[in-house]
Antibody, heavy 122, light 113 residues
Framework: QVQLVESGGGLVEPGGSLRLSCAASGFTFSDYYLTWIRQVPGKGLEWVSYISVSGTNIYYADSVKGRFTISRDNARNSLYLQMNSLRAEDTALYYC???????????????WGQGTTVTVSS | DIVLTQSPDSLAVSLGERATINCKSSQSVLYSSNNKNYFAWYQQKPGQPPKLLIYWASTRESGVPDRFSGSGSGTDFTLTISSLQAEDVAIYYCHQYYSIPWTFGQGTKVEIK
C-alpha cells in the first residue's frame, strides 16, 4: 500500500545536525511533490519545506531557511531533510507527506508518514 | 504570510448533530486563472498524522464519508460534519497551499457533548 516511513530523528544538542529520511513505497515516487511538516506535541502544524518532482523547485519556511536542506533521490524513492544549526525551537515531530496531485504542488497532502521526533536540548 | 484563523477553538456536539468549523484567511486563496480555491481541511486523531479530508475547498478526498463537506471561497471557508459520529472526535485543521509559506489554521478540537 501507499506508505511513507520517516527515520533519523533523535536527541541532538543545540547547534548540532541531523539528517531525516523518508522512505516511500506503493506509488510512483517521482511523480509527486513531497513536503516536510512539523508539529510540536500538543500544538499545531507548521510547514517546513517542499520539493518538486525533479528537485528543481524548492521552498522553505523562513524559520528554517539557510539551516535546513530538502532533497530527494527518485531512484531510491527517498526524501531527505538535512538539518543544521539546530535550535531548541526545532524540537518537534517531523512528518513527510506526499502531494495529492501528480506533478503539482496542489491539492493538499494525501499521504503522511507517522513522523520522526527531533529533540534539540543540551 | 497568509494567516488562517479557525473558529471556534473547540466545540462539543451531540452524536448525530451537525458540527461546523470556520476558517478565515487573511487574504484570498482563490486563483482567478482556474477559479480554484487552494484550500484544504485535515483531521488529526490522537497519536496519528493528519488525514486529508477536503481539497480545492470542497472536493472530498477518496474514502472520506459524505457526512464531511467543505464550502466557501476566497477568504471564508467552512467544514461541516452533518451528523457527528464517535469516530469524528479529533482536531481539524484548515490549510492553504495558495502561496509560500503554506500555512495552517490553529486547529479546532471536536468532542462529543
Amino acid at each position: 500500500q501507499v506508505q511513507l516511513v520517516e527515520s533519523g530523528g533523535g536527541l541532538v544538542e543545540p547547534g548540532g545536525s541531523l539528517r531525516l529520511s523518508c522512505a516511500a513505497s506503493g506509488f510512483t515516487f517521482s511523480d509527486y511533490y513531497l513536503t516536510w511538516i512539523r508539529q510540536v506535541p500538543g500544538k499545531g502544524l507548521e510547514w517546513v519545506s517542499y520539493i518538486s518532482v525533479s528537485g528543481t523547485n524548492i521552498y522553505y519556511a523562513d524559520s528554517v531557511k539557510g539551516r535546513f536542506t530538502i532533497s530527494r533521490d527518485n531512484a531510491r524513492n527517498s526524501l531527505y531533510l538535512q538539518m543544521n544549526s539546530l535550535r531548541a525551537e526545532d524540537t518537534a515531530l517531523y512528518y513527510c507527506a506526499k502531494g495529492n496531485i501528480a506533478s503539482l504542488p496542489s491539492g493538499g497532502m494525501d499521504v503522511w508518514g507517522q513522523g520522526t521526533t527531533v529533540t534539540v536540548s543540551s | 504570510d497568509i494567516v488562517l484563523t479557525q473558529s471556534p477553538d473547540s466545540l462539543a456536539v451531540s452524536l448525530g448533530e451537525r458540527a461546523t468549523i470556520n476558517c478565515k484567511s487573511s487574504q484570498s486563496v482563490l486563483y482567478s486563472s482556474n477559479n480554484k480555491n487552494y484550500f484544504a481541511w485535515y483531521q488529526q486523531k490522537p497519536g496519528q498524522p493528519p488525514k486529508l479530508l477536503i481539497y480545492w475547498a470542497s472536493t472530498r478526498e477518496s474514502g472520506v464519508p459524505d457526512r464531511f463537506s467543505g464550502s466557501g471561497s476566497g477568504t471564508d471557508f467552512t467544514l461541516t460534519i452533518s451528523s457527528l459520529q464517535a469516530e469524528d472526535v479529533a482536531i481539524y485543521y484548515c490549510h492553504q497551499y495558495y502561496s509560500i509559506p503554506w500555512t495552517f489554521g490553529q486547529g479546532t478540537k471536536v468532542e462529543i457533548k
